[in-house]
C-alpha cells in the first residue's frame, strides 16, 4: 500500500467516527472535553457554530454520531453523545454575547426563505450576520418547523425551541409568519437576490383501504395532528387508539396520545418489531409508556358501525427473506386480527409537496415531483433558487436541515458574490501535539470502563397528566463528567513518523486493542490479514507508514485504537506523538479562498 | 498524568486450545524504559505460552536481579514466579524442580546476573542439566546503574560516555555449547518472528535450554559505536536458519524436496522446522555449531537462530535417579515405607 497522506485532512477526519458521522460534521469530542472541564458555555458554543440548535439536538436529534461511535465497537454502547450536548445546553452560561450581534452593515442583497424550519433557519444565521436582508416565510405564527409542529413538548420543551429560534431571529431576520407562500412565481419577481427553499415534507402519507372514508372523523394524518396538538387546535383524542407505522412519528403519536386521555394506545406495524424505523431508545419510551408494538400487521379495513369507527381489521403476515437479504411479507396464513379503536393515527410515512411552485420558472422536477437539486452546492436548475432539508431529497432529520442549511448559505452567498458555486471554502483544520511531559498530556488520556449512564426520567405519573412535562430530567453535571469521561477521544490522533521509528516493537506490544503492526508491506487485502489482528472491519481505515530501515512498514488499524497514548508513552524516540486534531466545516463568508 | 493500560482488548482475538487469549498470558504493565528490549522479549514470551497452549499454574518463572530479572513481573501474570538473589536464579531453580518435575521452570537471566556475578551459578545449572528454559536478556551494559559496561560487552564497542570498552567479552552461547548445554541458541529482540518459535521450542526441550537474547538497553547502550545498538545488531545480524516450531499434535505438510530444509524432531514427536541458510552447519553436531559462531565472529556478524541442539540427553532427574513424582504428591506411603524396608535397606549396608 501507499503510505497514508496524514496531510489530507479527511484521512484523520474519518478516524474521529462521530464526527465524521454526523451530517454536520460537529467536534463532539472536543465539546465532551468541554463538558468534562464544567465549560458548559464554551461547549454549547462549539454546538451553535456548528449544528445551530444544541438545545433541541440535544434532545431529539436521530444521533447518527452514536452507531459510528469507536466505544461502541470494544464494548457494548456507545458514549451518550446526544444527551451530553444536552447537557452543555442545559448549563450554559450566557451565551448570546459569544454571537454575532446585530445590526450588520448591509451588503444590499435580500434573500428570501420559505419555511421557517432548521434548513431555513440555519441559512438565516450563516448570512444575516455578513450583511444580507433575511426575509423568512412561514405559514405557522411561529418559527422551528418541524422542531415545533411534529416534536412533542415532553420531548422537546417549547421555551428551548423559542430559545434557539429566537437566537436566530434576533440576528434582525425580517419574519413573514402567518404567510403561506402561494406562489413562487411571484415571490420571484420581488427583488429578492436569492430564494431558498425549506419547506419540508409537509404532506403525510394517507392509507386508502376499506373504511377510509367513511371512518374519516376519527382517522387523522399523524404529522397533522401533531402539529394541531402543538398549536393547541387539539387537546384529546379516543380512549382506545391505534397508531399505524413504525416510525420515529409513530412513537410520537403513540406518546401524544397517552397525554390526550388515550387509556389503551396500540402501534401497529406491518415489519417485524426489529425492522422498525423508529430509534430503538424511542421504542423504548414508548414501551414504557405501556404502549404495546404489535408488529407483522398489515391493516386491511376500518370497520365502521352506523357511522362510528369502531376499529380496524389486520391480516397477519411473516417477513421472508430471500438469498439477497430482500424482505418479503408474506401471510401467516393466520385468521385476521379485529382491534378496537376511537381514533386511529396514520404515521405511515411523509412525502414533498410543491404545488405552489410554478413549474414554468426553471426549476426542473423529476418523474416523482421532486425538484432537480445539486448534491454538493444545493441549487437547482433555476440559478437562483436553492433547496434545503427535506424539501431537497425528502424527510431526514433536524442535523441533515442543519448541514443542507450551511452548504446552501455558502453557495447563496458565493452566487451573489459572482464567484463559482464549486468554489467551496476548505475545512478549518488544526493538528496540535498533546505532550506536556513524562506521562503527561493535555487530553485525559485515561481510558474508563465504566458502561452506559441512563438519563434519568420524571416519573410517569406526572409526565403522562401533562402534555408539555418533559419526560428525560437530563444528566447531573456529575453524572455528566463520568459519561464524558468514557469519550476515547478519537481527535486525539496518533501520528507516526518513520524516519525517528527504530523498530523496538514497543508500540506493537503495549497496545492494548493490538492496533499496530510492522510488516512486509503488501496491498491492502494481503495487509489486512498479515497484522497481529486481522483487520477485518473494511469501513475502518488502514494507517501505513513510510518504509522503515527494514524496508518493512508500520501498519495501524483504527478500527478499535482506544488513543490511550500507550503507544507515544512507549515510543523511546518519539516517533509516535499524540496530537490534537480539530476540524470544523467552513461556514459561509468565512473560508480564507473566499475573502 | 495517567499510565495505565486500559482493559479493553481486540474484540477479534483468537483463543487458543484452552480457551483463553493472548491476554491471559500478560503481566503488569512494565516499568522499563520506553523502547526496552526486554520488553520485546516479554511480549514473546507472552506470545509463546499462548501459542504453547500453557495452562498459566504449570509454569514457573524464576530471574535474579536487574532489569531482565524484573520482566517476569510483565508477563505470565497467573503463573507461579521467583526473584531470587543476584545471580542465585540457577540454585532456587535447581531446587523448585527437584521439588516439583511437573512444572515448566522458565529462567530470566541478564549480562550482569549470568555473565558476571552468577557466572558460578550459571555453569553448573549447565553442567547438570537441569530441565528448564534459561534466558539471557544480554544488553552488554548494567542498565540498572547507568550503563556500565558489561562482561558481554563486545572488546571496542564504545559506551554512551564515549569509553571503548578495552576488554573481551565473553561470549555466553559457546559458553554454553562448550559446557554441553542440550539446546543453544541466539535471538535479537527485534526479530520475533524468531523469538517465538525458539522460545517454543526451548520450552519443550527436555533439558537445559539457553537463548542469548541480544537486548538493546535503549537507554545507555543504543549509541553509535556500541555493537549492542538496535541499528549495529541489524546490520550485523545473521540467522543460521529461519526457524518454525510444530508442535506434536499438529498435522504437518512438510515438503522434503527442498535441500536446504532440515526437520529435527523432538523427544515428543514436536518438530523444528529450518530452513538452512548455511550449507557448512548442522545444529546436531557440537563442532560444526562451534565453527559456525567463530566463522561469523570472524565476519563480525552476530549470528542468530538455533545453533546446538542435543537430542540424547538426561537430565538432572534421570542422572540422579529421582522419584518421577512431583515431591508434594508423594504420600506417607511413599515416604515412610515401613520397618521392612528399612530393614531391607539396613541389611543392604552391612
Same mark, same amino acid.
Given at each position: 500500500?501507499?503510505?497514508?497522506?496524514?496531510?489530507?485532512?479527511?484521512?484523520?477526519?474519518?478516524?474521529?467516527?462521530?464526527?465524521?458521522?454526523?451530517?454536520?460534521?460537529?467536534?463532539?469530542?472536543?465539546?465532551?472535553?468541554?463538558?468534562?472541564?464544567?465549560?458548559?458555555?464554551?461547549?454549547?458554543?462549539?454546538?451553535?457554530?456548528?449544528?445551530?440548535?444544541?438545545?433541541?439536538?440535544?434532545?431529539?436529534?436521530?444521533?447518527?454520531?452514536?452507531?459510528?461511535?469507536?466505544?461502541?465497537?470494544?464494548?457494548?454502547?456507545?458514549?451518550?453523545?446526544?444527551?451530553?450536548?444536552?447537557?452543555?445546553?442545559?448549563?450554559?452560561?450566557?451565551?448570546?454575547?459569544?454571537?454575532?450581534?446585530?445590526?450588520?452593515?448591509?451588503?444590499?442583497?435580500?434573500?428570501?426563505?420559505?419555511?421557517?424550519?432548521?434548513?431555513?433557519?440555519?441559512?438565516?444565521?450563516?448570512?444575516?450576520?455578513?450583511?444580507?436582508?433575511?426575509?423568512?416565510?412561514?405559514?405557522?405564527?411561529?418559527?422551528?418547523?418541524?422542531?415545533?409542529?411534529?416534536?412533542?413538548?415532553?420531548?422537546?420543551?417549547?421555551?428551548?425551541?423559542?430559545?434557539?429560534?429566537?437566537?436566530?431571529?434576533?440576528?434582525?431576520?425580517?419574519?413573514?409568519?402567518?404567510?403561506?407562500?402561494?406562489?413562487?412565481?411571484?415571490?420571484?419577481?420581488?427583488?429578492?437576490?436569492?430564494?431558498?427553499?425549506?419547506?419540508?415534507?409537509?404532506?403525510?402519507?394517507?392509507?386508502?383501504?376499506?373504511?377510509?372514508?367513511?371512518?374519516?372523523?376519527?382517522?387523522?394524518?399523524?404529522?397533522?395532528?401533531?402539529?394541531?396538538?402543538?398549536?393547541?387546535?387539539?387537546?384529546?383524542?379516543?380512549?382506545?387508539?391505534?397508531?399505524?407505522?413504525?416510525?420515529?412519528?409513530?412513537?410520537?403519536?403513540?406518546?401524544?396520545?397517552?397525554?390526550?386521555?388515550?387509556?389503551?394506545?396500540?402501534?401497529?406495524?406491518?415489519?417485524?418489531?426489529?425492522?422498525?424505523?423508529?430509534?430503538?431508545?424511542?421504542?423504548?419510551?414508548?414501551?414504557?409508556?405501556?404502549?404495546?408494538?404489535?408488529?407483522?400487521?398489515?391493516?386491511?379495513?376500518?370497520?365502521?358501525?352506523?357511522?362510528?369507527?369502531?376499529?380496524?381489521?389486520?391480516?397477519?403476515?411473516?417477513?421472508?427473506?430471500?438469498?439477497?437479504?430482500?424482505?418479503?411479507?408474506?401471510?401467516?396464513?393466520?385468521?385476521?386480527?379485529?382491534?378496537?379503536?376511537?381514533?386511529?393515527?396514520?404515521?405511515?410515512?411523509?412525502?414533498?409537496?410543491?404545488?405552489?411552485?410554478?413549474?414554468?420558472?426553471?426549476?426542473?422536477?423529476?418523474?416523482?415531483?421532486?425538484?432537480?437539486?445539486?448534491?454538493?452546492?444545493?441549487?437547482?436548475?433555476?440559478?437562483?433558487?436553492?433547496?434545503?432539508?427535506?424539501?431537497?431529497?425528502?424527510?431526514?432529520?433536524?442535523?441533515?436541515?442543519?448541514?443542507?442549511?450551511?452548504?446552501?448559505?455558502?453557495?447563496?452567498?458565493?452566487?451573489?458574490?459572482?464567484?463559482?458555486?464549486?468554489?467551496?471554502?476548505?475545512?478549518?483544520?488544526?493538528?496540535?501535539?498533546?505532550?506536556?511531559?513524562?506521562?503527561?498530556?493535555?487530553?485525559?488520556?485515561?481510558?474508563?470502563?465504566?458502561?452506559?449512564?441512563?438519563?434519568?426520567?420524571?416519573?410517569?405519573?406526572?409526565?403522562?397528566?401533562?402534555?408539555?412535562?418533559?419526560?428525560?430530567?437530563?444528566?447531573?453535571?456529575?453524572?455528566?463528567?463520568?459519561?464524558?469521561?468514557?469519550?476515547?477521544?478519537?481527535?486525539?490522533?496518533?501520528?507516526?513518523?518513520?524516519?525517528?521509528?527504530?523498530?523496538?516493537?514497543?508500540?506493537?506490544?503495549?497496545?492494548?486493542?493490538?492496533?499496530?503492526?510492522?510488516?512486509?508491506?503488501?496491498?491492502?487485502?494481503?495487509?489486512?490479514?498479515?497484522?497481529?489482528?486481522?483487520?477485518?472491519?473494511?469501513?475502518?481505515?488502514?494507517?501505513?507508514?513510510?518504509?522503515?530501515?527494514?524496508?518493512?512498514?508500520?501498519?495501524?488499524?483504527?478500527?478499535?485504537?482506544?488513543?490511550?497514548?500507550?503507544?507515544?508513552?512507549?515510543?523511546?524516540?518519539?516517533?509516535?506523538?499524540?496530537?490534537?486534531?480539530?476540524?470544523?466545516?467552513?461556514?459561509?463568508?468565512?473560508?480564507?479562498?473566499?475573502? | 498524568?495517567?499510565?495505565?493500560?486500559?482493559?479493553?482488548?481486540?474484540?477479534?482475538?483468537? !483463543? @487458543? $486450545?484452552? #480457551?483463553?487469549?493472548?491476554?491471559?498470558?500478560?503481566?503488569? /504493565?512494565?516499568? &522499563?524504559?520506553?523502547?526496552? %528490549?526486554?520488553?520485546?522479549?516479554?511480549?514473546?514470551?507472552?506470545?509463546?505460552?499462548?501459542?504453547?497452549?500453557?495452562?498459566?499454574?504449570?509454569?514457573?518463572?524464576?530471574?535474579?536481579?536487574?532489569?531482565?530479572?524484573?520482566?517476569?513481573?510483565?508477563?505470565?501474570?497467573?503463573?507461579?514466579?521467583?526473584?531470587?538473589?543476584?545471580?542465585?536464579?540457577?540454585?532456587?531453580?535447581?531446587?523448585?524442580?527437584?521439588?516439583?518435575?511437573?512444572?515448566?521452570?522458565?529462567?530470566?537471566?541478564?549480562?550482569?546476573?549470568?555473565?558476571?556475578?552468577?557466572?558460578?551459578?550459571?555453569?553448573?545449572?549447565?553442567?547438570?542439566?537441569?530441565?528448564?528454559?534459561?534466558?539471557?536478556?544480554?544488553?552488554?551494559?548494567?542498565?540498572?546503574?547507568?550503563?556500565?559496561?558489561?562482561?558481554?560487552?563486545?572488546?571496542?564497542? !564504545? @559506551? $554512551?560516555? #564515549?569509553?571503548?570498552?578495552?576488554?573481551?567479552?565473553?561470549? /555466553?552461547?559457546? &559458553?554454553?555449547?562448550?559446557? %554441553?548445554?542440550?539446546?543453544?541458541?541466539?535471538?535479537?529482540?527485534?526479530?520475533?518472528?524468531?523469538?517465538?518459535?525458539?522460545?517454543?521450542?526451548?520450552?519443550?526441550?527436555?533439558?537445559?535450554?539457553?537463548?542469548?537474547?541480544?537486548?538493546?538497553?535503549?537507554?545507555?547502550?543504543?549509541?553509535?559505536?556500541?555493537?549492542?545498538?538496535?541499528?549495529?545488531?541489524?546490520?550485523?545480524?545473521?540467522?543460521?536458519?529461519?526457524?518454525?516450531?510444530?508442535?506434536?499434535?499438529?498435522?504437518?505438510?512438510?515438503?522434503?524436496?527442498?535441500?536446504?530444509?532440515?526437520?529435527?524432531?523432538?523427544?515428543?514427536?514436536?518438530?523444528?522446522?529450518?530452513?538452512?541458510?548455511?550449507?557448512?552447519?548442522?545444529?546436531?553436531?557440537?563442532?560444526?555449531?562451534?565453527?559456525?559462531?567463530?566463522?561469523?565472529?570472524?565476519?563480525?556478524?552476530?549470528?542468530? #537462530?538455533?545453533?546446538?541442539?542435543?537430542?540424547?540427553?538426561?537430565?538432572?532427574?534421570?542422572?540422579?535417579?529421582?522419584?518421577?513424582?512431583?515431591?508434594?504428591?508423594?504420600?506417607?506411603?511413599?515416604?515412610?515405607?515401613?520397618?521392612?524396608?528399612?530393614?531391607?535397606?539396613?541389611?543392604?549396608?552391612?
Amino acid at each position: 500500500m501507499e503510505p497514508t497522506d496524514i496531510n489530507n485532512p479527511e484521512y484523520f477526519h474519518k478516524v474521529v467516527d462521530c464526527q465524521n458521522a454526523c451530517p454536520a460534521h460537529t467536534p463532539v469530542p472536543e465539546y465532551i472535553r468541554l463538558i468534562a472541564q464544567e465549560k458548559y458555555t464554551e461547549a454549547y458554543m462549539i454546538n451553535w457554530d456548528s449544528n445551530v440548535f444544541p438545545g433541541v439536538l440535544g434532545r431529539t436529534c436521530d444521533r447518527p454520531c452514536e452507531p459510528a461511535c469507536r466505544r461502541g465497537r470494544v464494548e457494548e454502547e456507545p458514549v451518550a453523545i446526544c444527551r451530553l450536548k444536552r447537557v452543555a445546553a442545559d448549563n450554559k452560561g450566557d451565551v448570546k454575547k459569544h454571537m454575532p450581534q446585530a445590526p450588520f452593515k448591509s451588503n444590499n442583497k435580500k434573500v428570501a426563505l420559505i419555511g421557517a424550519g432548521p434548513a431555513s433557519l440555519t441559512v438565516a444565521r450563516d448570512l444575516a450576520p455578513l450583511g444580507y436582508e433575511i426575509h423568512l416565510y412561514d405559514e405557522q405564527r411561529l418559527g422551528g418547523g418541524f422542531m415545533r409542529s411534529q416534536i412533542p413538548s415532553f420531548r422537546l420543551p417549547e421555551s428551548v425551541l423559542n430559545e434557539e429560534v429566537n437566537y436566530i431571529l434576533d440576528l434582525g431576520i425580517h419574519t413573514h409568519f402567518n404567510h403561506y407562500v402561494k406562489s413562487l412565481k411571484e415571490l420571484l419577481t420581488k427583488d429578492y437576490d436569492a430564494v431558498f427553499i425549506g419547506s419540508g415534507a409537509p404532506k403525510g402519507r394517507d392509507l386508502n383501504i376499506p373504511g377510509r372514508a367513511e371512518a374519516s372523523a376519527n382517522v387523522h394524518i399523524g404529522i397533522n395532528w401533531l402539529a394541531n396538538v402543538a398549536f393547541e387546535h387539539i387537546t384529546k383524542v379516543g380512549k382506545k387508539v391505534i397508531v399505524l407505522g413504525g416510525g420515529n412519528t409513530a412513537m410520537d403519536c403513540c406518546r401524544t396520545a397517552r397525554r390526550l386521555g388515550g387509556d389503551e394506545v396500540k402501534v401497529v406495524v406491518r415489519s417485524p418489531f426489529a425492522e422498525m424505523k423508529a430509534s430503538p431508545w424511542e421504542k423504548e419510551d414508548a414501551a414504557h409508556e405501556d404502549i404495546p408494538i404489535i408488529d407483522n400487521h398489515v391493516p386491511k379495513t376500518f370497520v365502521v358501525e352506523n357511522g362510528v369507527l369502531k376499529g380496524m381489521t389486520f391480516e397477519k403476515v411473516k417477513a421472508e427473506y430471500d438469498a439477497q437479504g430482500k424482505r418479503k411479507l408474506v401471510p401467516a396464513g393466520e385468521p385476521d386480527v379485529f382491534i378496537e379503536a376511537d381514533d386511529v393515527l396514520i404515521a405511515i410515512g411523509q412525502e414533498n409537496s410543491f404545488p405552489w411552485i410554478e413549474r414554468d420558472l426553471g426549476i426542473e422536477f423529476d418523474q416523482w415531483e421532486m425538484p432537480k437539486v445539486d448534491e454538493l452546492t444545493f441549487v437547482s436548475t433555476n440559478a437562483k433558487v436553492f433547496f434545503g432539508g427535506d424539501a431537497a431529497w425528502g424527510p431526514k432529520n433536524v442535523i441533515t436541515a442543519v448541514a443542507h442549511g450551511h452548504q446552501a448559505a455558502i453557495s447563496i452567498d458565493l452566487m451573489c458574490r459572482g464567484e463559482s458555486l464549486t468554489n467551496r471554502p476548505a475545512p478549518h483544520v488544526n493538528l496540535v501535539s498533546q505532550k506536556m511531559g513524562i506521562h503527561e498530556w493535555a487530553y485525559d488520556s485515561a481510558v474508563v470502563e465504566d458502561i452506559r449512564y441512563a438519563v434519568p426520567q420524571a416519573d410517569k405519573i406526572l409526565t403522562l397528566k401533562d402534555r408539555k412535562k418533559e419526560v428525560e430530567l437530563g444528566f447531573d453535571d456529575k453524572t455528566a463528567f463520568k459519561e464524558a469521561e468514557r469519550c476515547l477521544n478519537c481527535d486525539v490522533q496518533t501520528v507516526f513518523a518513520a524516519d525517528k521509528c527504530i523498530e523496538c516493537d514497543a508500540c506493537m506490544d503495549i497496545c492494548p486493542t493490538s492496533c499496530i503492526s510492522f510488516t512486509e508491506n503488501a496491498d491492502e487485502t494481503d495487509l489486512r490479514n498479515m497484522l497481529k489482528v486481522p483487520a477485518t472491519n473494511l469501513t475502518q481505515d488502514l494507517y501505513v507508514s513510510d518504509a522503515l530501515k527494514t524496508t518493512r512498514v508500520m501498519i495501524k488499524d483504527e478500527n478499535v485504537c482506544l488513543h490511550c497514548g500507550l503507544c507515544a508513552e512507549r515510543c523511546p524516540t518519539s516517533a509516535w506523538d499524540m496530537q490534537k486534531f480539530f476540524y470544523n466545516v467552513t461556514k459561509a463568508g468565512k473560508g480564507c479562498a473566499s475573502h | 498524568m495517567t499510565y495505565v493500560r486500559p482493559k479493553f482488548r481486540h474484540p477479534e482475538l483468537q !483463543k @487458543n $486450545k484452552l #480457551g483463553y487469549t493472548v491476554d491471559y498470558y500478560e503481566g503488569a /504493565l512494565s516499568t &522499563l524504559c520506553a523502547g526496552c %528490549g526486554h520488553d520485546s522479549i516479554s511480549a514473546s514470551i507472552i506470545q509463546s505460552a499462548y501459542e504453547m497452549n500453557i495452562e498459566p499454574h504449570k509454569l514457573a518463572k524464576l530471574s535474579g536481579i536487574g532489569c531482565s530479572s524484573k520482566t517476569p513481573a510483565y508477563f505470565l501474570s497467573n503463573s507461579h514466579g521467583f526473584n531470587s538473589v543476584h545471580g542465585r536464579m540457577p540454585s532456587v531453580a535447581t531446587g523448585a524442580n527437584l521439588a516439583n518435575r511437573d512444572l515448566i521452570y522458565f529462567g530470566v537471566s541478564g549480562d550482569g546476573d549470568s555473565a558476571s556475578i552468577g557466572m558460578g551459578q550459571f555453569v553448573h545449572v549447565i553442567r547438570r542439566n537441569l530441565n528448564m528454559t534459561y534466558i539471557v536478556m544480554n544488553n552488554g551494559c548494567y542498565g540498572l546503574t547507568k550503563g556500565q559496561d558489561s562482561a558481554t560487552a563486545d572488546q571496542g564497542s !564504545k @559506551n $554512551k560516555s #564515549g569509553n571503548v570498552n578495552p576488554f573481551d567479552s565473553i561470549d /555466553l552461547a559457546s &559458553l554454553a555449547i562448550e559446557l %554441553g548445554a542440550s539446546f543453544v541458541a541466539q535471538s535479537f529482540s527485534g526479530d520475533k518472528s524468531q523469538l517465538v518459535p525458539l522460545i517454543k521450542a526451548a520450552m519443550n526441550h527436555p533439558g537445559f535450554a539457553f537463548i542469548n537474547v541480544i537486548s538493546p538497553c535503549v537507554t545507555f547502550n543504543n549509541n553509535v559505536g556500541s555493537t549492542k545498538s538496535y541499528d549495529y545488531v541489524r546490520e550485523h545480524i545473521e540467522a543460521t536458519s529461519t526457524i518454525d516450531f510444530v508442535p506434536q499434535m499438529q498435522e504437518i505438510n512438510v515438503d522434503y524436496g527442498q535441500g536446504s530444509k532440515k526437520h529435527v524432531t523432538m523427544h515428543d514427536g514436536s518438530l523444528i522446522e529450518l530452513r538452512k541458510l548455511s550449507d557448512d552447519w548442522d545444529p546436531l553436531d557440537r563442532q560444526s555449531a562451534m565453527n559456525a559462531i567463530m566463522n561469523s565472529k570472524s565476519k563480525n556478524e552476530i549470528l542468530t #537462530g538455533l545453533l546446538y541442539m542435543n537430542q540424547d540427553v538426561k537430565d538432572l532427574h534421570h542422572t540422579l535417579n529421582t522419584t518421577d513424582k512431583p515431591l508434594n504428591t508423594l504420600t506417607k506411603k511413599e515416604l515412610c515405607p515401613g520397618s521392612e524396608m528399612l530393614k531391607g535397606i539396613n541389611a543392604g549396608l552391612r
